[in-house]
């Protein structure tokens, strides 16, 4: 199954350039946010697959005017051709303003989850905008991560956690591909096309631990792999 992975910054070469050779056996688009609309729009109309996105820090206008033809799968588990898709939008509060969370609020909407994450036996895909604590996000405070997506990882061990928010293009030290433990992390910034891979990992919430759903720390950071 492939996967077709947006965020942050419209592709050129899709928009204006756009080859239906290149993405036909695109099964689905995910938006990690912070794209325009009419981008989001074109893309699933030219590619004729079903677009799911969630909300960038930016995307205050699809609270007025979403866009068209997309599904909003922000604060909602979702499944998606047998994928068991977790999607959390919105990035480190730093001002005044919606799509932003302090680590308590973020806390709060996972705890609304939880129990649609047990009954679907846990997660494929961690959709997010921001990344998590620790795991390629930045040192001022609209570009921290969230430690809650650090433990959403631990517990449910998904295959893949897809974000956005660190952009690329001028962020010397942001790097496109991580690994935590067995969950590879996947910096979405413009586009990333992933084939799936299952782990082969579920949550069994009758033998494995509960997640820490108070104020979830670590000792030091998750051991991370970093890959160029």
Known sequence: MKILLVADQESRYIWDFYDPKRFEDIDFILSAGDL???????????MRKPLYYIHGNHDTRYLEKPPGGCIDIDGKVVEVKGLRILGLGGSMRYKE??????????????????KKIEKVGGLDILLTHAPAAGVGDGEDLCHNGFEIFNELVR???????????????YNLHAKRLREIDQTKVINGFEYHVIEFEDN???????????????????????KVKVYD
């Open 36 to 46: 325009k609309a009419s981008y989001m729009e074109f893309l699933t109309t030219v």
């Open 97 to 114: 303003g919606p799509l932003q969370y302090t680590e308590a609020q973020m806390i709060k909407r996972v705890k609304k989850l939880k």
């Open 155 to 169: 517990i449910y061990k998904p295959s893949y956690f897809f974000h956005g928010h660190q952009h690329l293009n």
């Open 200 to 222: 082969q990992l579920n949550y069994n919430k009758k033998v494995d631990p509960q997640p820490n759903l108070k104020k979830p720390s670590r000792k030091g950071k998750p």
